[in-house]
């Protein structure tokens, strides 16, 4: 019943009202419509949080391909819109496996990227770094125990849309946070992994633990998404340039400066030994991931909140 009403008042309201094709056309009217449609989504995201059988059907009658039309239409003032979206979309995924399998087959995981391409350009006129966070949540609860989903959004561009939202704000830590989050999660599939390293992952981390050196969460998930894209069965030359671009001493940096975090030290000692093997390779360089052979990697812990 959430989900009905929620979804019913946003279409009629947002709309223009009952007579079909009717356009809005006073600013009052298309103010009054954009507080609708982000009061429903807020509405709707509560219910699916709340309910786990309205989240699921949610997913069986149609949200995702409504969620994929909102954030293709928000316009460049409306990132309260976009922020309400992410997050209903974000909550619908979460823990529910069926509603990843409605996403992608929707088209969520192809117009992704896209959308946060949009919402980076966005942020030139007006600086939400909330939305880039919501987005990057995104990612990581579509890919989460989802190899259909990783492949489909790492062929449309989201290694290089998340990268970018850590170049866009590289001080806010909640986003540099979320970034690594969502990175870790997609190199959980080792084609995925070669395609974050080949893209500049291993810098982008490497970046985000200098500019949020005092924030524990940074390091953490940032080592579990170094962890992720390193393993593998056929890896040695990504860890190779990961030895070259001085990983092993960010890490001990990182140890020292964090002693008493478990998560942190768990993952630093699989990066240190990941890394140990042949240890006098070329000196640190900012050599080009791009240059770098691209390589893969194995999912070494789900991630999980810590």
Known sequence: DGGGDGGGDGDGDGGGGGDGDAPLETEEEIVHARAVLRKSLRHLNTEANRNARVKEQLGQHGLFAVLIDVLNH???GDLHIFY???KLLSSAVFRCDENRDHARAAGVC???PAVIRRQIAF???DPHPDVLVASCTCVTNLAHNAEANR???CKSGVIDAVLDTMECAPVQKDLQRSACW???TLAASDSVAREIAAAGGIGAVLAAFLNNRDDADVAHFGCWALVNVLVGDANED???FARREGVADAVRLLTERFPAHEGIGDKADMLLDLLAEDSAAAPSGNAAAAASPRRRRKKATR???R
Do not use: H, K, S
């Open 303 to 305: 991630n999980r909140r």
């Open 182 to 184: 969502a990175l870790l």
């Open 110 to 112: 192809v117009c992704l």
């Open 74 to 76: 928000v316009r460049e």
């Open 123 to 125: 942020m030139a006129a």
């Open 238 to 240: 990504v860890v190779d």
């Open 84 to 86: 309400a979206a992410l």
């Open 151 to 153: 492949l489909e959004m």
